[in-house]
């Protein structure tokens, strides 16, 4: 199987001047480290690093819970270092992410839509803070819901779902779950739905990203470069992806597509390294560096062959 290639990834991050203190600028990056130490900081600094055996998953309080979604709607059709720059006035708007706090200001009228709004640049600002204020609402009526992901997690085990599949799937219960798949994963008690607020499978992945799941979150950049780079591989997990829909009770080809990329992502990431570290620096590539429409020559794949095969440089999507 082939897999990412995460030295040339992180050379081009930050082997090129300009590339490297633009990344270095947005997220407060030590302009001296080398490729490899700055492509780990990062990471580090996305804070998503996944913690070891899920330890850190099943002490999530609410208060972590609210603060994983709020982060995951603020990075909803934006630029994650924008939304940096206000985060600051975010977590002060909402108590250092206290939901009990955020909705007892929203009923005595000290908090509204519009306030959350200033802190979120961009199209969907209005819609990611409505979307903030129900999460307040629904953790307080809802406590522990950081205890029922767990939960989630293992229902989706217990039927079948493998490593790099679990994470896809919770974010499809989450973000997209219809009458057949409710029967299937029933919510928790007392809940007519898993949904989560604003939040479609890419979203929910990224939520419980910020929660140390490790998954792929398939956007835009992920889809585009695995594409450039991957197409054999895509074609091999069509039909594992499509099983995957069909356990989970869906037919919708937008989550087809969400769980085949997704997929296709634990497939070619290398032994040793977590598919939210690897999704995080492919993630920055397409940002950064291979953007739409001039993707450049460079080989990021490795290939399990013979050295002059796998020194080959793909051909160019341009």
């Not at 990203?209 to 197409?231: A, C, V």
Request: net charge positive; with cysteine.
């Amino acid at each position: 199987m082939p897999r990412v290639h995460l030295q040339a990834v992180s050379e081009r991050l930050f082997g090129e001047k300009r590339v490297r203190r633009r990344i270095c600028r947005d997220y407060g990056l030590d302009t001296t480290l080398a490729p490899a130490h700055a492509a780990a900081a990062l990471v580090a600094a996305i804070g998503q690093t996944p913690g070891a055996h899920g330890s850190d998953r099943t002490a999530h309080d609410d208060r972590a819970v609210f603060r994983a979604a709020l982060r995951a709607l603020a990075s909803n059709c934006r630029s994650w270092a924008t939304f940096l720059r206000y985060e600051h006035s975010l977590a002060e708007l909402t108590g250092d992410y206290d939901p009990l706090r955020t909705a007892a200001d929203v009923r005595a009228g000290r908090l509204q839509v519009d306030d959350l709004a200033v802190c979120l640049p961009g199209q969907t600002s209005r819609s990611d803070a409505r979307a903030m204020l129900l999460w307040a609402e629904t953790i307080e009526a809802r406590p522990g819901l950081g205890a029922e992901l767990c939960r989630l997690e293992g229902i989706l085990r217990d039927a079948g779902c493998d490593a790099g599949a679990t994470v896809p799937a919770m974010a499809v219960v989450l973000g997209a779950p219809g009458r057949e798949m409710l029967r299937r994963f029933p919510p928790p008690n007392g809940a007519s739905t898993w949904k989560l607020a604003g939040m479609g499978p890419v979203l929910a992945a990224e939520f419980l990203r910020n929660l140390r799941w490790s998954g792929f979150k398939p956007d835009r950049h992920i889809i585009r470069l695995f594409g450039h780079w991957f197409p054999d591989v895509i074609e091999q997990m069509a039909a594992p992806a499509l099983d995957l829909a069909k356990k989970l009770g869906t037919r919708r080809k937008d989550v087809a597509e969400f769980l085949t990329f997704s997929l296709v992502g634990a497939a070619v990431t290398p032994p040793g390294r977590s598919y939210t570290e690897v999704d995080n620096l492919v993630w920055a590539l397409g940002a950064y560096v291979e953007k739409k429409g001039s993707e450049s020559n460079t080989c990021y794949r490795e290939d399990d062959a013979p050295e002059g095969v796998r020194s080959r440089r793909t051909a160019s999507a341009t």
